[in-house]
């Protein structure tokens, strides 16, 4: 999990309040050493909101922003 949020100051700085919560899975599978596959999934949250056609931040990060779902492959070559 990872939280990210720009709780201001107005006296301060003039920067909107933004809050952002991110979760992440991955999974690895060691075939030898050198050799392994990496599966992994990622979900992001925002404090966005649609009202009438305007784009506006609300308390809680409750929209889904991003997501994604990401395999890899590592292989070492040996000479």
């Known amino acids: ?34 050799t392994a596959f990496y599966l992994g999934y990622t979900d992001t949250h925002e404090n966005l909101s649609i009202f009438n056609g305007n784009v506006t931040r609300t308390g809680f990060p409750s929209t889904t922003t991003g997501r994604q779902v990401f395999a890899k492959l590592s292989y070492q070559f040996r000479f």
């Not at 006296?11 to 992440?24: H, M």
């Not at 999974?27 to 030898?32: D, F, P, Q, S």
Request: no cysteine.
């Open 1 to 34: 999990m990872d939280y990210n949020g720009v709780l201001r100051n107005p006296a301060l700085i003039n920067l909107e309040r933004q809050k952002r919560v991110t979760g992440d899975v991955l999974m690895t599978y060691l075939i030898h050493p050198g």
